[in-house]
C-alpha cells in the first residue's frame, strides 16, 4: 500500500515539469510570401503574350449549310490551378462553343474524348468544369449551328474566372 501511495504522489510532479519545460520550448523559421493570380483568356495566339479582350470570330456564309467550325485556344493565364470557367458566347447566329476532354479531329470536328459545353447563344454564361493547371491550355471548338442570312458573321467569346473557381497552390498554418 505505501508503493502505491509513492507512485500516485511522483507522476504529478513529473507530468507539471513535462508541461512546464513544454510551455517554455520556442520555435523559429523563415516564412516566404508570394502573391497568387487567377485568369484565362480565349485566344487564337499559339503562345503568350494573350489579349485580355474578348475573343471574336468571324465566319463566312457556306450557301445554305453552317460554316465550317473554327477553333480557340482556352489559356490559363494565372499562377493558380483553375476548376471552372465562366464562359459566354454571343452570335446573331446560333452557335456554341464546346470543349473536349482528349482532343479535337480539326479536320472531321470530332472529340476523341468527351464533348464538354463551354456555352451556347441561347444559354447565356455556363459555368464549365474545364480545369486548367496554370499555364495549361485546351482546345475549344467554336461553331454556328445554322446558315448564315449574311455574307459574314461573328461570334464573340468572353471569360470570366470568379475566385472560388482558383484552387491555391499550397495550404499552410500557422
Known amino acids: 500500500m505505501t508503493a502505491v501511495a509513492v507512485t500516485l504522489l511522483v507522476l504529478p510532479a513529473v507530468?507539471?515539469?513535462a508541461?512546464?519545460?513544454m510551455s517554455r520550448a520556442t520555435s523559429s523559421g523563415t516564412v516566404t510570401a508570394s502573391t497568387a493570380t487567377w485568369g484565362a483568356v480565349a485566344t487564337?495566339?499559339?503562345a503568350a503574350p494573350y489579349s485580355s479582350s474578348a475573343l471574336v470570330l468571324t465566319y463566312a456564309k457556306n450557301g445554305t449549310k453552317a460554316p465550317a467550325a473554327q477553333y480557340f485556344w482556352l489559356v490559363n493565364t494565372g499562377t493558380l490551378a483553375l476548376?471552372?470557367?465562366t464562359g459566354t458566347v454571343t452570335s446573331s447566329v446560333a452557335g456554341k462553343a464546346e470543349t473536349c476532354s482528349g482532343t479535337w479531329n480539326?479536320?472531321?470536328g470530332v472529340c476523341v474524348g468527351t464533348v464538354g459545353?463551354?456555352?451556347t447563344t441561347t444559354a447565356g454564361g455556363t459555368v464549365a468544369a474545364v480545369s486548367l493547371a496554370p499555364g495549361a491550355r485546351t482546345r475549344?471548338?467554336?461553331s454556328?449551328?445554322?446558315a448564315l442570312p449574311a455574307a459574314t458573321a461573328t461570334m464573340t467569346v468572353s471569360l470570366a474566372v470568379p475566385r472560388t473557381a482558383a484552387r491555391p497552390k499550397a495550404t499552410t498554418s500557422s
Open 83 to 85: 476548376s471552372s470557367v
Open 19 to 21: 508541461a512546464f519545460a
Open 15 to 17: 507530468a507539471t515539469t
Open 140 to 142: 475549344v471548338k467554336a
Open 117 to 119: 459545353t463551354l456555352d
Open 144 to 146: 454556328l449551328t445554322a
Open 44 to 46: 487564337t495566339a499559339s
Open 106 to 108: 480539326e479536320t472531321t
